[in-house]
């Protein structure tokens, strides 16, 4: 099951049904099942502390993610802070929700197990990305 909550903001305006099912059909691609994923939108100032309080990071980011995952059923929680996807959006001249639909398909396809520390990994997932992107248009 695929939930969205919210801490200190609205919830953004986004086809829940069609974004849970592009989320299963793209965990499906990587022979993965969707468990229990939740998905928080916040502001800044709370991916800000949950960044220095779970990740030791003091520094804003797009989103956060724990992972649940046991097997092949993906579970866990990302945090998405959209008024970093919001800026992330005009720096990379992007609308607000292909930006939100990036980061929320990026935190899936952590789960399933790609990464993006190296720069060979950080193309991989690039092409992951717009691979899973295509599949919503």
């Not at 059909?25 to 309080?53: C, H, M, P, S």
């Not at 046991?70 to 866990?76: K, T």
Request: glycine share 6%.
């Amino acid at each position: 099951m695929v939930t969205y909550n919210s801490i200190n903001v609205g919830l953004p305006d986004i086809d829940r049904q069609a974004v849970t099912s592009w989320i299963t059909q793209v965990a499906a691609g990587y022979g993965r099942k969707v468990g229990d994923i939740n998905y928080v939108f916040v502001d800044d100032e709370e991916i800000l502390r949950i960044n220095r309080q779970f990740i030791n990071h003091d520094y804003y980011t797009d989103h956060i993610g724990f992972d649940y995952t046991q097997g092949n059923i993906l579970s866990g929680d990302t945090y998405i802070s959209l008024d970093t996807v919001r800026t992330n959006a005009q720096l990379f001249h992007k609308t607000f929700q292909d930006e939100l639909h990036r980061v929320m398909i990026h935190s899936i396809l952590h789960l399933c197990g790609l990464k993006d520390k190296t720069p060979e990994e950080r193309l991989a997932m690039e092409k992951a990305e717009d691979a899973a992107l295509a599949l919503l248009s």
